[in-house]
């Protein structure tokens, strides 16, 4: 049974999380580009899962946090990868067992696989008695491994695994073999001529010379002459060989659950925070944000969509950090400005910060306060689906009615560019009734869109436009600011469809 967990405040909260998906509003965010680079090369841990439940209680998030945060230190960090290589070890020793046919080469294999095991838990003991832990998680977990290590289990472990050690490196044998025929003996201390032979030969030695030894490639498998041989051995030396066999029998579940389960968890923390260090590399800032559900006034100091600053900064090019904050009665962001200005980014943000931080996270930006949602709504345009017999209008009318007759006043609703198959009036229309019922909904919610009337619907509404350079319009800083909208969006977006920008205007006279 498992006592202590690091991801979780009470163990028991452990769910089945292998048969978890990712929620529908990961591909939206691109919160699956995230996941999938976090993970990548830890396989083996399935890891996925963890990241697919976000938690609904405050103090749980914080339990995590105060985790992720010891982890911080480069020294913990270091130490507990190398545990991590140690059971990997541990595991592949077993793996190799499992796959072999003879009975002793089998229990060799076990041997080493224990003393991996025994030699990372010691290891992981000292350097988890030498870091400064603050985090419950951590400190719980330590105090569980330091008994366990003191435990007449473990020390009776170790110090059988010692003794058959040493019994077995005391094994020598001779071979003798003649024709097709090979005979195994006890070792008689016959002279080592191979020794004499070396030192005769030393006195000719001229310089440096090639050398011809060949090196034999090291082998897990055995062959059948091999084992045969070592059948003899195991004749010549029984009690050896009874102990060994007597030892793989008693120790068979020798792994502590415990400490099983916390070599997967602690990569949940290991696999992003590696993630993260290299964003951080460019200067980039990263928080463990204050929760907050009495209120939803949230904000964020330099925040960034994590998964394009991954991108931009793996291309070596810079990453564009916005603020936010909703306060009082504020409910709604309205994001407007020109295309290709950073609004749908500046969306995916806000709900990227706000599940990551649900996740027990550090996430990007200096400070940020944002709130302990239930569900996350998501609302991406869409190719049409002709499989349906739905037209896009009709399509985003049913799956925005599915959204708001799920949300709650708990719920994050994210809306980005919809109704523009439609005319601007009845997409005006259709956006104010559909931004009127989430604020009398009171959910928090952004929405991007082209229709400027919408920024200042009401008392729950705020205006943040994206901005360009003033010198060249035609240039976008992605700067996503608080203020009015300045009814450009929708007339850049017009121009832009029947080609009457500048730089079309200007191609046209051209030629």
């Known amino acids: 049974m498992v006592s202590i967990s690091i991801m979780y405040q009470r163990p028991e909260d452990r769910s089945a999380e292998d048969s978890l998906e990712a929620p529908d509003f990961f591909f939206d965010l691109n919160l699956d580009k995230v996941i999938d680079a976090v993970t990548v090369g830890k396989q083996e841990y399935n890891l996925k899962?963890?990241?697919y439940v976000s938690l609904d209680d405050i103090e749980a998030i914080k339990y995590r946090q105060e985790v992720a945060q010891d982890l911080e230190s480069e020294t913990l960090l270091k130490q507990i990868k190398s545990f991590a290589q140690k059971m990997i070890?541990?595991?592949?020793y077993l793996g190799i067992e499992d796959k072999l046919h003879y009975n002793y080469h089998k229990e060799g294999w076990f041997l080493e696989a224990v003393e991996s095991y025994c030699e990372a838990v010691t290891c992981l003991v000292q350097d988890l008695g030498l870091a400064a832990l603050r985090s419950r998680g951590l400190s719980s977990f330590h105090e569980h491994v330091r008994n366990y290590l003191a435990s007449d289990s473990f020390k009776s472990l170790v110090a059988e695994t010692k003794k058959l050690r040493s019994e077995l490196s005391t094994i020598r044998y001779c071979l003798i073999i003649k024709d097709n025929s090979v005979k195994v003996r006890k070792y008689k201390s016959e002279i080592d001529y191979s020794v004499e032979v070396e030192e005769i030969f030393r006195k000719f030695e001229q310089?440096?010379?090639?050398?011809?030894?060949?090196?034999?490639?090291?082998r897990s498998g055995m062959g059948h002459v091999e084992a045969a041989i070592l059948d003899f051995v195991a004749k010549l030396y029984p009690d050896a060989?009874?102990?060994?066999?007597?030892?793989?029998?008693?120790h068979r579940d020798f792994i502590d659950e415990t400490i099983s389960v916390f070599e997967r968890e602690v990569q949940f923390y290991v696999a992003y925070l590696d993630y993260v260090s290299k964003v951080k590399q460019s200067g980039l800032t990263f928080c463990y944000p204050e929760l907050v559900h009495a209120d939803k006034a949230v904000c964020d100091?330099?925040?960034?969509?994590?998964?394009?600053?991954?991108?931009?900064?793996?291309?070596?090019?810079?990453?564009v950090c916005n603020d936010f904050y909703l306060k009082d009665q504020e409910r709604i962001i309205v994001v407007s400005g020109p295309n290709q200005g950073g609004k749908t980014t500046f969306a995916r943000t806000f709900g990227q910060l706000h599940y990551l931080t649900c996740l027990g996270l550090p996430v990007p930006g200096k400070k940020a306060r944002l709130f302990l949602f239930d569900r996350i709504f998501t609302h991406f345009e869409k190719e049409e689906q002709i499989n349906n017999l739905r037209g896009k209008l009709q399509d985003d009318l049913i799956r925005v009615h599915e959204i708001l007759s799920q949300a709650t006043p708990?719920?994050?609703?994210?809306i980005n560019e919809i109704f523009t198959s439609t005319t601007l009036q009845d997409a005006a229309f259709l956006g104010t009734e559909i931004l009127t019922t989430i604020s009398q909904m009171d959910s928090l919610s952004v929405c991007v869109t082209f229709i400027d009337e919408l920024a200042s619907l009401n008392e729950k509404t705020v205006s943040m436009v994206s901005t360009v350079v003033p010198e060249n319009p035609a240039l976008r800083t992605y700067k996503i600011v608080r203020r009015p909208a300045d009814g450009l969006s929708y007339a850049i977006s017009i121009a832009e469809k029947y080609g009457l920008t500048y730089d079309c205007l200007k191609e046209r006279i051209r030629s």
Not at 89 to 92: E, V
Not at 410 to 414: F, H, K, P, R, T
């Open 89 to 92: 070890a541990t595991r592949r």
């Open 207 to 218: 310089g440096a010379v090639k050398d011809y030894k060949s090196k034999l490639p090291i």
């Open 241 to 250: 060989f009874a102990s060994l066999d007597n030892y793989c029998m008693n």
């Open 301 to 319: 100091n330099e925040g960034f969509d994590l998964a394009l600053a991954y991108k931009l900064v793996t291309e070596h090019q810079p990453v």
């Open 410 to 414: 708990a719920s994050v609703i994210i």
């Open 49 to 51: 899962p963890f990241y």
